[in-house]
């Protein structure tokens, strides 16, 4: 499986309990469209990692290696990947565009329900969840370059 279909098939599942009527999911869809969008974020810095580099961009430990010619290259090593922190400072280094304060909102409600409670009303999490999209919408547009359409399906059926 790939970030990417792992991305879209978490923001499916995110989608899928937000539309059930069981009040409880509104937590599991915050979870899953969440996880879903930094698996899109990581899947652009998988895109921009060089090759060969064991896909640094995403690993929170990149270390120097001489290749046979003597030149440094940065290689990723470990299985830990870059947390939202991590990835905010590499896409500001690398320009890349996120409505950063919308996302913040989003993972604070997300850390608040992981970590103790909310005291969000159901309104305002639904809200979070809409953000959610425009974040996912934006970031396929500008950043992968992809129809959101076409990439996550039409209708609200994710491929």
Not at 104 to 121: A, F, G, L, P, V
Request: charged share 30%.
């Amino acid at each position: 499986m790939s970030i990417l279909k792992n991305a879209l098939d978490s923001i499916a599942v995110g989608l899928e309990d937000f539309e059930s009527p069981d009040e409880r999911r509104i937590m599991s869809s915050t979870r899953n469209i969440f996880a879903g969008i930094l698996l899109l974020f990581k899947h652009k810095l998988c895109e921009l990692s060089p090759q060969g580099s064991d896909e640094a961009l995403i690993k929170q430990r990149v270390l120097p290696e001489l290749d046979a010619t003597g030149a440094v290259n940065w290689v990723g090593k470990g299985k830990k990947t870059v947390d939202v922190q991590n990835i905010k400072e590499r896409f500001d280094s690398l320009n890349i565009s996120v409505d950063w304060s919308r996302l913040e909102r989003i993972n604070k409600y997300r850390n608040d329900i992981e970590h103790y409670y909310s005291t969000q009303n159901s309104q305002s999490v639904k809200q979070l969840i809409s953000d959610s999209f425009i974040i996912i919408r934006d970031f396929i547009v500008d950043e992968l370059g992809d129809d959101p359409k076409s990439l996550l399906g039409v209708n609200g059926q994710l491929k």
